[in-house]
């Protein structure tokens, strides 16, 4: 068994709603929370830096109000993720709202750094990192994260390329905290063999956009919907960081996703600029395939705890 803090424990199921950049807004993360998930979302999504400290009155007042009215039913814990690469210039600022409203969960990405995880842990937070390789998973711990997001081959966005197998038994070999999985997983069977290889819990990310409450365009959240994993497109063009990304948005930009071109790496923006490379082109996990229509996160979350139970049963009946 893991070691969780706290705050992660007793959750009434195993599921982490991925930060996605522009598209989880308070609406998005309160739905998730109310509904037993892990709801998330990237600081750098509130624009101007002055509405953070909205967003996160709203979200915090929110679920106290929740859970005050629902004791027998409380809300899970809320994140927020800080993109710790050096061309972040708010991190500074967006750290000092988290600690003013004691974000339970932070998600750091793109770099690990003591000064966030002492900033989090002054208030009693955890600090889970985003790491695609057994290398960066080491430098996270030794920095000060408690947990660790492993992102595999499959998941949205910016991604590794790693098995969820080899990824997840690499990391056990030494590490006993807590562990979400990323990569294709949108359906309970996906979560219970996420907790059956070794991970905490499952994070999910590109599902999330197809509900009433992300703040994506219409269009972005059908072509999920009418897509496959055979419309996923790895690239690091956008971003100079490899990505999975929706191949209808590439066309729709004027560009083909079977010839793209590589990117300096060196090149990498995640400050003020970042949203504009991100607008039209659309990231996009595999496990879309079963994404059937858009629907409120709260639905999507009930199909996702009835697909565990039922895989749960069958594993319990064979065994």
Known sequence: MSKLPAVLQNLSFPVIGSPLFIISNPKLVIAQCKAGVIGSMPSLN???????????????????????????????????????????????????????????????SLGAREEVNQAAHSYGGV???????????????????????????????????????????????????????????????????????????????????????????????????DSTSDDIVYSNLFTGVHGNYLAQSIRNAGLDPEHLPESDPSAMNFGGDAKKAWKDIWGCGQGISAVKSVMPAAKLIARLKQEYELALKRVNTKN
């Open 127 to 225: 600090v889970l990192h985003d790491i695609i390789n057994n290398k960066f998973a080491h430098k996270a711990i030794e920095k000060g994260a408690d947990g660790l997001i492993a992102v595999a081959a499959g998941a949205g966005g910016h991604a590794g390329v790693k098995s969820p197998f080899a990824l997840i038994q690499e990391l056990r070999e030494w590490f006993d905290g807590p562990i979400a999985l990323s990569g294709s997983i949108s359906t309970g069977g996906a979560i219970l063999a996420a907790r059956a290889m070794g991970s905490d819990f499952a994070y999910i990310g590109s599902a999330f956009i197809a509900t009433d409450e992300a703040r994506a365009q219409p269009e972005y959240k059908q072509c999920i919907v």
């Open 46 to 108: 509130s624009r101007p830096a002055s509405q953070l400290d909205e967003w996160l009155a709203e979200i915090t007042e929110t679920l106290a109000a929740h859970n005050k009215a629902h004791p027998e039913q409380t809300a899970a814990p809320f994140a927020v993720n800080q993109i710790v690469h050096k061309s972040n210039d708010r991190l500074e600022h967006d750290m000092a709202m988290c600690v003013k409203y004691k974000v339970p969960v932070i998600i750091t």
